[in-house]
């Protein structure tokens, strides 16, 4: 199958290639719900060596630069407690930290989780960490920019391969919440 987005040789439905995901992955496409069916979130197979955003646009297509989102873990505390969730934001922008999560948390202070602690949690490669299959009960935020996307590039869970998912179906995963102005440049 062809790619709807980038220069990729194959494009396999995630139902199809389970084997290729992490376990908490391959579980979450086992268990899909939401109003996009899970044939319609695409795998990707990329080369790990061309994982830099720049050399992988390069390589793979340019245009993937306005279509690809990072998913970053935040860490939330307030008092002794720890809140952990996963923001998605377009690859040209920031995760606005310190405004739009620290409030959407209720957190008195919020940082990045460290890869020890974001990978430990997931159970994803740092690096392909991805919002399809994280942990029950986190908040998953999503910048609305995102979800307008007919497509957008995610990681697969692991450093050698990416989703393609149509951005209105992050908007249904578990945890999910779709707010305005969580990615800034």
């Known amino acids: 199958m062809r790619a709807p987005i980038g220069d990729f040789d194959t494009a396999t439905p995630v139902p199809d290639c389970l084997q290729e995901l992490t376990a908490p992955v391959a579980e979450a496409v086992r268990n899909w719900q939401g109003a996009v069916p899970a044939d319609r979130v695409l795998y990707v197979e990329t080369d790990p060596r061309w994982a830099d955003t720049a050399v992988f ?16 873990v935040v860490a939330g505390r307030r008092g002794g407690e720890t809140t952990l ?3 998605v934001v377009l690859s040209t922008t920031r995760v606005d930290v310190n405004g739009v999560v620290r409030r959407q948390l209720g957190a008195r202070k919020a940082s990045f989780a460290s890869m020890e602690t974001a990978t430990g949690e997931t159970g994803m490669e740092y690096g392909g960490i991805t919002p ?12 609305s920019a995102v979800v307008d996307l ?27 919440v779709v707010l305005e102005g969580l990615g800034v440049a």
């Open 85 to 87: 969730a996963a923001c």
């Open 132 to 143: 399809v299959g994280l942990p029950a009960g986190w908040p998953v935020l999503i910048d």
């Open 57 to 72: 646009v390069e390589h793979y297509g340019r245009e993937l630069l306005q279509q690809s989102a990072n998913c970053v």
């Open 150 to 176: 007919p497509y957008v590039l995610v990681g697969s869970g692991r450093r050698r391969g990416k989703l393609l998912v149509p951005g209105k179906a992050l908007a249904d995963l578990p945890g999910a």
